[in-house]
Each structure stands twice: as C-alpha cells, then as structure tokens.
C-alpha cells in the first residue's frame, strides 16, 4: 500500500468534517465545526496543512468562492470530498467496526 | 454592516503576512485570519484577538505558504531596470532646462571634487612610487640643542662609514646631498644644484629611465640627469654620451652622462636634476677641516626589524659622541620613507621633502564639499519642483500597481542617470579647464589619466554613488509616497516640500553669502598689504651680494663711480631677505628677537624712522659690535624703558647698550607680525653685500646696467643684483593665488545658487501660469507681478543676510588671522558690497523670469482651458 492510503487521525476527522459541512466546508468554517462537534480547539495554520494534505492526496478538491465583509472582501476556498475520499471514510470506517465487532462485550479492561 | 469596523487586526501581523506569503495563497489566508479575528472579537474582545491574530499569523509562517523568487521575476526585473533607463532618457530629454541646470551644477561641483582629490592625494600618497618603499629609511637622530632637544636628518659621514661597516641588516644604502656645482656644457658657464648619491641610489628608489643604463652612477666619471636638465643643458638632443664639466670646490672635473631619467610626474621628494657619485664630496671633505653631515638612506634587508637596526646603530653613538662633544647625538630614529614627507616638520635640519600643507588641503576640501553640497541642494530642490509636474505619471503608474519601491526606484535610476551625466561633464570640465587653471594658480601638474589611475576610478565610482543617494533619495521618497486619491483630485499639498526648498535655497544664499564675503575680504586684505608702508623707504633701492671677500674693493669702486648709484651703505644682513632670531635678555625677561649684522651706515641709508636715541655714528668705531638700534617692539617685547644715557640688554653672553629706537618696520612679509628686531653694526670687513640708493629712473634698467659692469669685474663668480621693492613680491604672488581661489569659489557658489534659484522661479512660475494670466487681465503691471515673485522669496534673502553674514565674519575673519598677520577688519563696507552682489545677481536672476512673464500673452496662457 502506498503512503497515499493512509490518513492519521486528524486528518480523517477534517475528511470527515468537509463532507459534513458540504456547501460551507473552507478553513474557518471547518475549526470552528471541529470545535463545535468535537470540543477540540485547533490553529488555523494546522487547519490548512492537513487541508493541502488531503487535497495533494486527492481527497478533497478545492475552489474559490464569494467574499463576505468579516473577510474585507477577500474570498474563501471551498473544499469539497472527492469519491476517493468519500471511499476512504467509508474504509476508514469499515476497518473500525471490524475491529470494533470483535471486541465484543467480555473484553477485559482495567477499572483505573 | 457598513463603513469601517471599530476594531480592526493589528497592522503589523497584517502586513507581514502580506509581505511573507505566496500570492495565490495569500487571499484565502488572510481571509481566513481575518474572519476567525472578527470572530474572536466578538468572542473574546479587541485585546485577545489581536493576540490570536498576531499568532496565528506567526504559525502560518511556514516553508510552503511563504513567497519564493522564481528565475522569470527576475528577468522580469531587468526588463523592468531597462524601461526605467528608458524613461529615465526621456524624461531628461523632456525636462531641458531643469536637466541642464542640474548637471551643470553638479559637474562643477564634481570638477572641483576631482581637482581637490587629484591634489590631496598626491599630498597623501607622495614617495609612494617607489617599489621598495616599506623598506626604505631615512636616518635621523634626535639631539641635545640648547634649550631642548631636536631631530635631526643630517648624519655625520664617518658616523655613516661605522654604520655601515658594523649594522647588520642594511641592503642598500645611499647618501643625499646638495651641492651648488659649477657647471660647464658645451664652453657655457652655469651653476647647479647638484645632487651627490651613492650607486645604490638608482636601484633603491625607483626611477623610470629615458636611455642610459641604471649602474651609471657606478662608474666615479659618469653623470645622471632628468629630462628637465637635459633639456636645459643639451636642448632637445638627447645627452647620453656627452659630457659636462663640473667644479667641486675649487677644481673643474670632466663627466659623461650615464643616463637620463624621466621627470617624475607625480610629487616626490626626491629631486632628482643632476646625480654625481657622492665620492666626489668625500674628496672635498678629505679637502676640508669640516666633518660633513649628509642625509643618509637605508634600504633594510627583508625581515629585519627596525627595532634591530636601531639599537645596532645606537651601540655606536658613545664612542661617537666622545670626539664629538659640541652635538652629541642622543639615539637614532629611521624616518620610513611613506612618512618622510608628512613629518619633514619635526626634523628640525636636514629634512628632505616637505610636508603637505594641511591648511591648503582643508580649504580645498571644504571648497568642494560646499560645491558638492550647493549642487546637490540644487538638484534636490529643482527635483522636488519637478516632482509636481509629474503628479499624474506618478498617480497613473500607482493605479496600475506600482509600488512605492518600484517608484523610487526610478526616479533613483533618472537620477543616476543625470549624475552620471554630470560626472561625465565633470571629468571633462576638471581635466581642459580646471586643472589647467588650478595648475598655473598653485604651481602643480596635475593631470588626469583615467587609463591608469584606479585610485580616481574608485573616487568617482563613491562620489557617484554618494551623490546619487544623497540627492536622489529624499525626492524619490516624497514622489512615491503620494497617494492616487490625492493626485486625482488634485489635492495634492506642496507645503512640506516647498518648505524643504526654502530651507535648503536659504542655505544656498548663505554659502554664497560666506564665500563672497571671503572673496571680497581677500581683495581688499591684499590690496591692502601691496600698498602696505613698510616702514622704511623701499623705492629706489638695490641691493648687491659680494662673490667673496676679495670683491670688496673692487665692487665698491665701481659702484661708486656709477653715475646711478647716489649712496650707498655696505652691510651684511639685508633687511627683507632673512630672518635670524636669538634669545635677548632684560633681568628676568627673555624674548626672542630677530638679530641683524649691518654696516654703520646702512640704517640711515635704510630709511628706518628714529624715535629716539640715535643712529650709528659712522665715525665712532665704538658703535661696532657693541651698540644695537632696536624696534620699539623690541622694547615692549623686553619691557624695557628707552635711556638714552644708557639702556642694555643681554644676548648669549654680551652686553649691548642700546642707542636708538626707531618705528616698527617690516623685516618679512607681512604673513609675520612684526616682533623684536635689533640691529647690530659690524665692521666694513665683515660686510658681505652693499645696499644702493638709486637716482630716479627706470629702477630694472639700472639693475640690468650694474649687473652688468659687475659681470666684468666678477665674471665667473655668481654675485646677485636685487631690486628691494621687489622683496615680498613672491609673497603677494601667493596671496594672490589665494584671492583667486576664494574668487572663484565665490563665483562658482553664487552661480550655483542664482542656477537654483532660477530653476526654482521659472518651475514656480510655469506652474502658476494661469495665476500670472488672469492677474494680467484683470490689469497687473510688470511691477505687480515682480513683487509677487520677490515676495515669495523675502525670507530666504532675509535669512541669508541675517544668517550668513555674522557666520560669514566669524570664519572669514578665522582663515584670514591664520594666513595673515595684518588684515582689514571686515567692517561694514565689505559685508555691504557682498550683500549688493549677491542681491544683485539674485534679482537679474529672477528678473529673467520676470520678463518672461511681462511677455507672456494671457490669451494664450488661458485659451488651453
């Protein structure tokens, strides 16, 4: 499998979040998203690397769109999921409840 | 939401992410920021988001978001550099009258900048010719005077025999010494100085050869000359092979030319007409009873340490100073060569070479700094006019996406490109007209040979660049920080920069103002001391030296019998011609006073005005050597009160009485005040010349009649035959140089600052134009519109008078205490006649413009409309 495969974590919740906000899925909407669902708080700078990263992966394509006042006129980049990337959530996520399934309810773990 | 936000992010963050980031990442990140800003603020308020913007503008720092040069801007760049020139060119060509001005006064400025630095640099750099110069020395050697010690830069010979028989280290060596050889080319008689050298001399300093061999000087029978003497003695054939006949003391010897060298071009100190083998002097001292001191070079032997040789050569000064006890030498000091010339100073005998003269080399440089600083004004402020005429170029190329950098840049380009203009002009200004000039008022020979002088390339290249900077930036600024808006709505303010204009024109006027003043006061301060009384009468008066002793009788006879001659007095000092000056004492008082030798009747021949006391009587013998006449500084300088039953005074060991006081008179050119002076009568046979008073008539003619009869009494013996109002006529001569040079610095700056000020007028003239029509239609006289214009300009002339010429009195009256004894107070007349000229051209200036506008036709003027 080639490095391109693989998404960390941060990565597959940004992937995540970009199909989730669809028609409004840029930079800040997605931080704030991230901190309104999952109470993480991230910088903006981390923002657009792992947004560069998936799009040079071919997960999201991305365009400009329209200019709003907040901004002084400047204009947004929408990110949108592509089918390779909407076919890696879905892998992603096939993995986790494989692995999931054979947990079971008797697994054994520690009260601490 | 509408108009501005209250709050915005902090500028700095802003404009530093604008300067970092890639252009096509740059919108949607600052957008980003932006927006989680506004966000914060709403959030978390101003302070706390400011902060979170300034960090997040910190993180986004990174290798992938930050700008790259790319090979195609750069190329672009210098496409953009060649339209600049381009423009640059026409822009020029467009704006001629200002253009002109400009380099003009820039290449004057320039010219005077290369003269100065071709002279002082010769100063600096003298000696530096020769090719072993960190290894060559002149022996000096400090030792005990009277009163302290001094240097000296005579060696005696046998000391220099020890030397070099017994100091390791030394490679070559050469003695240094002057004679006055007679000298016989071709059966025609002359007298020359005459250099005597050791072999070495030729290979230790580096000379360049017209023919002839370097080891001439090997041979004890050959002779080397410089093309000057070949000229002299063998006119345009060229010497080598033929002989000259030279007498060294009483005996005539026969020599060839060995070589000819080329006359050096730069300044050096080494003077090289005729070279003779110094053995020749060593046969002459064998001759006579005096021990000769010489001047004496070393070349050391590479690696040996000055240190080294020193004490060598100390070890053998106590042997030395045990034979000779009169002037004991107190320890040696070598003289490098590159410092010969600056420290000739200090060595009190027998330096060689001369130091440069620091005050002539300030005023210099000051000259052309103030030229420098005049032009640059110049162009600053005729720029800065300029500048408005250009408001929509500059506007239109903002709009378009100029930036204030791009902008400045080309007008730095324009400017280069003008001053290299200037320099082009300058280099040639300074090289057919003002050195030239500057040759014949300072006596040098400067040249400029741009092929193979790379220190005057380096010179021009900094002053291009200085003067490009330095005139060029503050107008490049002001150009490119107007804004669009501003230009477009033609709401452009000029204020600051007419203010800076002002200022700078007002310093103009008072650097003309102080340099007239200067030209004015040196006018009259030499045409003061031409006319100057010298305290006696000096009219009509010759003087004439003895060959020897044996002469006496001879010249007197037939001076007397000269039908011209109707009095004359023998004597041995001639007043005018020498000082001497010696240590008088009264009590506890001691001063230094000049001390004259003369004949009993040469005071009253002199013409000296008697205060008190008498003259020497010529029939009472016990005046000689016993009495003194003094001046009556003398007496003031001694503090002693005139007796005439009796009053002394003490020199070295003698008592004199003094028997007569008479009125200051000038014993030297008034570049000296007068001080102490006594005359002391000597006895007809110690009288060495004779001092003539003359019938009325042509004073040169008679000169040339005596010279004459004399020759043949005395035709081989040099005997001189002066004319004394002649005396200080060098001295005026050299003022008179001086007055040149303040002239036309004077002329130079006030050109300057009239060039100035009528690029300024006709630019403010032909921006009002309008203004000027509609007041001539609605009926103003060619007198209203003068006033309108002066009245622009009231304070800078207020402030150049008010300024200029208290500053103008306080250095001027400066230089002229320091090149003079005797000046002129500047008083009011002279300050008046400055202010008249300077006004004066300033108003034919502007009246240039005033005339112009009179003719104008305001139809025409408005009709464009």
């Keep these: ?112 | 939401m509408s108009g501005q936000p209250k709050h915005q992010p902090p500028k700095w963050a802003d404009r530093f992410l604008a300067w970092y980031c890639r252009k096509d990442l740059l919108e949607q990140i600052q957008g980003d920021v932006h927006e989680l800003y506004y966000w914060r603020l709403e959030e978390k308020g101003h302070a706390s988001a400011s902060k979170a913007f300034a960090w997040d503008v910190l993180r986004l720092f990174r290798w992938s978001n930050i700008k790259k040069k790319s090979k195609r801007q750069k190329l672009n760049n210098m496409g953009m550099f060649k339209n600049y020139f381009k423009i640059g060119m026409r822009n020029l060509w467009k704006q001629r009258m200002p253009s002109t001005i400009n380099i003009l006064g820039l290449a004057i400025a320039l010219a005077c900048s290369i003269v100065a630095f071709k002279w002082i640099e010769l100063d600096h750099y003298k000696d530096y010719v020769h090719e072993n110069l960190d290894d060559l020395y002149l022996v000096t050697h400090w030792e005990e005077l009277e009163t302290n010690t001094g240097r000296n830069g005579l060696t005696d010979n046998q000391l220099i025999d020890e030397i070099l028989a017994s100091v390791p280290g030394i490679a070559q060596h050469s003695k240094y010494y002057f004679y006055r050889a007679g000298t016989k080319v071709a059966g025609r008689e002359s007298s020359t100085f005459s250099l005597f050298v050791d072999e070495d001399y030729l290979k230790m300093f580096t000379f360049q050869l017209v023919a002839g061999s370097m080891d001439a000087l090997s041979q004890p029978d050959q002779v080397v000359i410089n093309e000057d003497a070949n000229g002299r003695f063998f006119g345009q054939e060229l010497g080598i092979g033929k002989t000259i006949d030279l007498k060294i003391g009483d005996e005539w010897k026969e020599f060839t030319v060995g070589a000819v060298l080329k006359n050096r071009k730069e300044r050096s100190s080494m003077q090289n007409y005729l070279l003779v083998n110094y053995q020749h002097i060593n046969r002459l001292r064998q001759e006579a009873v005096a021990n000769v001191s010489t001047n004496f070079f070393i070349q050391r032997q590479p690696g040996v340490k000055e240190a080294q040789l020193l004490s060598a050569m100390d070890e053998l000064l106590p042997i030395h100073n045990k034979d000779n006890e009169v002037n004991p030498y107190r320890n040696f000091e070598l003289e490098s060569l590159k410092t010969m010339a600056r420290n000739a100073y200090q060595i009190g005998s027998g330096s060689v070479g001369s130091a440069p003269s620091a005050e002539a080399n300030l005023i210099l440089a000051a000259i052309s700094l103030f030229m420098v600083v005049l032009a640059i004004f110049n162009y600053i402020n005729i720029s800065l006019a300029m500048i408005m005429k250009r408001m929509k170029e500059i506007g239109v190329r903002k709009v378009i996406g100029s930036k204030k950098s791009q902008l400045a840049a080309q007008f730095l380009i324009e400017n280069f490109l003008l001053t290299s203009f200037a320099l082009l002009l300058g280099v040639l200004l300074s090289s057919s007209l003002l050195l030239p000039a500057f040759n014949k008022v300072a006596g040098g020979s400067l040249t400029i040979d741009l092929l193979h002088h790379p220190r005057l390339w380096m010179f021009l290249g900094a002053i291009l660049i200085f003067i490009t900077l330095a005139s060029g930036i503050y107008p490049a600024i002001v150009a490119s920080s107007y804004k669009p808006t501003t230009i477009f709505r033609n709401k452009v303010s000029n204020t600051r920069s007419r203010t800076v204009s002002s200022v700078f024109l007002t310093f103009q006027m008072i650097l003309a103002t102080i340099t007239i003043v200067a030209a004015v006061m040196f006018v009259l301060t030499n045409r003061s001391n031409r006319s100057l009384d010298w305290g006696y009468n000096q009219y009509n008066k010759i003087r004439v030296s003895l060959p020897d002793d044996s002469f006496r009788e001879s010249f007197r006879a037939a001076l007397e019998s000269n039908p011209n001659v109707v009095d004359l007095a023998s004597t041995n000092s001639q007043i005018g011609t020498s000082l001497n000056g010696w240590q008088f004492k009264n009590g506890e008082v001691k001063k230094y006073a000049e001390f004259f030798d003369v004949g009993l009747r040469y005071p009253d021949l002199l013409g000296v005005e008697l205060v008190a006391g008498r003259l020497f009587d010529p029939s009472l013998k016990g005046d000689i050597k016993n009495s003194l006449v003094v001046n009556e500084s003398f007496l003031k300088a001694l503090k002693i009160e005139f007796d005439p039953d009796g009053t002394t005074v003490v020199q070295d060991t003698t008592t004199y009485s003094i028997i007569g006081v008479v009125k200051d008179y000038y014993y030297w050119a008034p570049d000296q005040r007068i001080r102490g002076a006594a005359l002391r009568a000597i006895p007809e046979s110690e009288c060495t010349s004779f001092y003539l008073d003359m019938a009325d008539g042509d004073i040169y003619a008679q000169r040339e009649q005596i010279r004459d009869e004399l020759n043949k009494i005395s035709p081989d013996k040099g005997f001189s035959v002066s004319v004394q109002a002649d005396l200080f006529n060098d001295f005026f001569d050299e003022m008179d140089g001086i007055r040149n040079v303040m002239l036309f610095t004077a002329a130079i700056a006030l050109f300057l600052a009239a060039m100035g000020l009528y690029g300024l007028v006709s630019i403010n003239v032909s921006s009002h134009i309008k203004n000027f029509g509609v007041r001539k239609v609605l009926g103003a006289n060619g007198l209203d519109l003068a006033k309108s214009i002066l009245m622009r300009y009231r304070f800078v002339f207020l402030f150049a008078v008010f300024i200029g010429t208290p500053l103008a009195v306080l250095l001027i009256s400066q230089l002229l205490a320091d090149i003079y004894a005797y000046y002129p107070s500047i008083g009011f007349g002279p300050l008046f006649i400055s202010i008249l000229i300077l006004l004066g051209v300033s108003l034919l200036t502007i009246n240039v413009q005033i005339q112009k506008v009179r003719r104008i036709n305001p139809a025409d003027t408005l009709r464009t409309e």
């Design chain 1, 1 to 112: 499998m080639s490095k391109g495969n693989h998404i960390g974590e941060l990565e597959e919740l940004i992937l995540l979040l970009v199909g989730v906000l669809r028609d409004e899925a840029y930079a800040v909407g997605v931080l704030q998203e991230m901190k309104d669902q999952t109470g993480r708080e991230l910088n903006i700078s981390a923002v657009h690397a792992v947004l560069n990263r998936l799009e040079e992966k071919g997960f999201v394509t991305s365009e400009m769109g329209g200019a709003t006042q907040e901004r002084g006129g400047r204009r947004k980049r929408f990110y949108t999921l592509t089918a390779a990337g909407r076919q890696m959530i879905d892998q992603v996520r096939s993995v986790r409840e494989k692995l999931y399934g054979q947990l079971g309810t008797n697994a054994i773990y520690s009260i601490a």
